[in-house]
């Protein structure tokens, strides 16, 4: 699979865009020097130089776009394990000029730090909760419209995670690597749901894994 230059990608995605293609770019440009500033005393994402970071952060997270059919209406988006910021960051940066709002739900009170200064260096509609997933009251979230999530746990876990959030019409785009088919399996037993798999932009043996549907089996 051939990579896409830090220049060009931003115009694959151009009309899922809220702003200008420069806009967004010098955003993300700005975000990926954020991301190094903090990378000096916190451990977001393993060291790479901005090259890496455009490629296995940013493009990976940016793939989402095209997957959020409708950005005509208000849309509240809910990120859980939200770590170094990835794909919410991005993604918001992105989005900033539709009428969205977005919940980052992580544990680690440092990250919750940093995503708290990137969503007001950038100006996002973004609320950082620092707690675990289980210590969420879903009333503080209210209808959410897509989840994301990226390395945070096997399926079966995720969607008991996903789940206690749900509200009808919800969908969740989630990264996943080469083993999702035996966690599709895994979550089985215990779930219901419709599941779309499209190939990772980014990783050959990623794919992006969109849920609907989801309920318990009965």
């Known amino acids: 699979m051939g990579e896409i230059s830090p220049e060009s990608h931003i115009g694959v995605y151009e009309r899922h865009l809220g702003r200008s293609i420069t806009a967004t770019k010098a955003d993300l440009d700005s975000y990926v020097h954020l991301v190094q500033r903090w990378q000096k005393v916190q451990n977001l994402v393993s060291r790479e130089t901005p090259g890496d970071l455009w490629q ?3 493009l990976d997270s940016l ?5 959020i059919s409708d950005l005509s209406t208000r849309m509240n988006v809910l990120d859980i394990g939200s770590g170094g910021g990835f794909p919410a960051i991005p993604l ?3 989005l900033k000029g539709h009428e969205f709002s ?7 009170s440092r990250k919750c730090a940093f995503l708290r200064a990137a969503a007001r260096e950038f100006d996002l509609p973004v609320t950082v909760h620092t707690a675990r997933i289980e210590a969420i009251d879903p009333q ?6 897509f989840f994301t999530s990226r390395a945070l746990a096997p399926m079966p876990l995720l969607l008991s995670y996903l ?6 019409g919800s969908r969740a785009l989630l990264h996943k690597g080469r083993e999702f088919g035996e966690e599709l399996k895994s979550a089985d037993s215990d779930w219901v749901y419709d599941v779309l798999k499209h190939q990772s932009a980014t990783d050959e043996n990623g794919v992006i894994l969109e849920i609907s ?3 318990p089996k009965p």
Do not use: C, K, T
């Open 63 to 67: 793939q989402l776009l095209p997957l």
């Open 102 to 108: 977005m919940h980052l739900i992580e544990s680690n």
């Open 140 to 145: 503080a979230i209210g209808h959410v419209d």
């Open 56 to 58: 296995r952060h940013i």
């Open 213 to 215: 549907g989801l309920r």
């Open 92 to 94: 918001a940066i992105a």
């Open 163 to 168: 789940h206690r959030f749900w509200s009808q």
